[in-house]
Nanobody, 120 residues
Framework: QVQLVESGGGLVQPGGSLRLSCAASGTIFSIYTTGWYRQAPGKQRELVARIDSGGSTNYADSMKGRFAISRDNAKNTAYLQMNSLKPEDTAVYYC??????????????WGQGTQVTVSS
């Protein structure tokens, strides 16, 4: 009913930038929140940033000032602009979308993840 397609990950040098995208499709009536999370090897999944339907955002402290989350409501797509990347940002990045389907049922969907590797 809801499919998420993530893209934009890859290998980047320290100090570089990447832009991740998360496109949602299906029988979506509305999207409440879109969040980006990440999970490094041997660590728990953690919140990176989240944006709600009104455009309000919140970020993990270590990402403030370096990462920016945005969304295009018309395209049901969210973005994560990552600047000044550090080796410790290396992780699999997942998007999470919470909303409501046509017909009224709520949904909570995770993307498949995209690898971000920061290394020289």
């Amino acid at each position: 009913q809801v499919q998420l397609v993530e893209s934009g990950g890859g290998l980047v040098q320290p100090g570089g930038s990447l832009r991740l995208s998360c496109a949602a499709s299906g029988t979506i009536f509305s999207i409440y929140t879109t969040g980006w999370y990440r999970q490094a090897p041997g660590k728990q999944r953690e919140l990176v940033a989240r944006i709600d339907s009104g455009g309000s955002t919140n970020y993990a402290d270590s990402m403030k000032g370096r990462f920016a989350i945005s969304r295009d409501n018309a395209k049901n797509t969210a973005y994560l602009q990552m600047n000044s990347l550090k080796p410790e940002d290396t992780a699999v990045y997942y998007c999470n979308v919470v909303g409501r389907l046509e017909g009224g049922r709520p949904f909570n969907r995770w993307g498949q993840g995209t690898q971000v590797t920061v290394s020289s």
